[in-house]
Structures are given as structure tokens and as C-alpha cells.
């Protein structure tokens, strides 16, 4: 196992900050949907949230292998799981608009979640540094 620098750790915990605070959001913008809009609404919202969700760990996996390769690889590895990514995301909102019809607002909102979360947190920490 690698050794654990302090920005390493920092890192860790940042991302699970992140993605912990993103199922919160998620899970919360799901029951406001259920409530005030309709279940359509909840399930759109739970899809595009866990499909970034999704996204964002696949991401984050791929770019931790890549580091482990040498440089050469790395690219060509980089490169192919990016355009895998791209499209098993692009299949999937192709299935779920089209061929499911998952509300599309509820979808959006969902999709946005980590979005949310990073614009929230940089402005949190923006505000408590001062800057």
C-alpha cells in the first residue's frame, strides 16, 4: 500500500466530503421531488443523481489506474475509458429519455447534484478563508 502524505489524505477526504455531501443533496432533492412534484419527478431526479454519482467514482478510479502506468500507457489508457465513459453515459440518457421517459427536469436536477455540492462547498470555503 502507498504511503499517505498529507495531500493525499487531504484528497481522500475532500472527495468523500464531496460525494457524501452529493448523496445527502441527492437524497433530500429526491423526497422534495416525491413531495412536491411527483414520483416521476423523484425518480428523473434519482437517475441523473446517481448516474453522476456513478460517473464521478468511475472517474476518479480511472484516473488512479492511470497514475499506476507508465507514462506511455497512461494516455492511451486515459483516453479509451474516457470515450467508454462518454458513451455508456450517452447510451444511458439515450435509454432513459427515450426509450423510459424519465422526466427530464427531475433528470437535470439530478445531474446537477455534484455541481451543486462543489459551487456550495468552494463558496463555504471561500467565506471561511476570507477569499
Do not use: H
Amino acid at each position: 500500500m502507498s504511503e499517505m502524505t498529507p495531500e493525499t489524505e487531504n484528497d481522500r477526504n475532500l472527495f468523500r466530503t464531496l460525494t457524501v455531501a452529493s448523496g445527502v443533496l441527492l437524497a433530500v432533492l429526491i423526497i422534495g421531488g416525491w413531495i412536491f412534484g411527483s414520483r416521476q419527478v423523484a425518480a428523473g431526479i434519482a437517475c441523473g443523481g446517481l448516474l453522476t454519482l456513478g460517473n464521478t467514482f468511475w472517474l476518479k478510479r480511472s484516473i488512479e489506474q492511470a497514475m499506476g502506468l507508465e507514462p506511455r500507457q497512461a494516455g492511451r489508457f486515459a483516453v479509451v475509458r474516457y470515450v467508454l465513459r462518454l458513451a455508456l453515459l450517452a447510451g444511458l440518457l439515450y435509454l432513459l429519455i427515450v426509450k423510459i421517459g424519465i422526466d427530464i427536469i427531475g433528470l437535470i436536477v439530478g445531474l446537477s447534484v455534484l455541481v451543486i455540492v462543489i459551487i456550495g462547498f468552494s463558496l463555504y470555503r471561500a467565506a471561511r478563508t476570507g477569499g
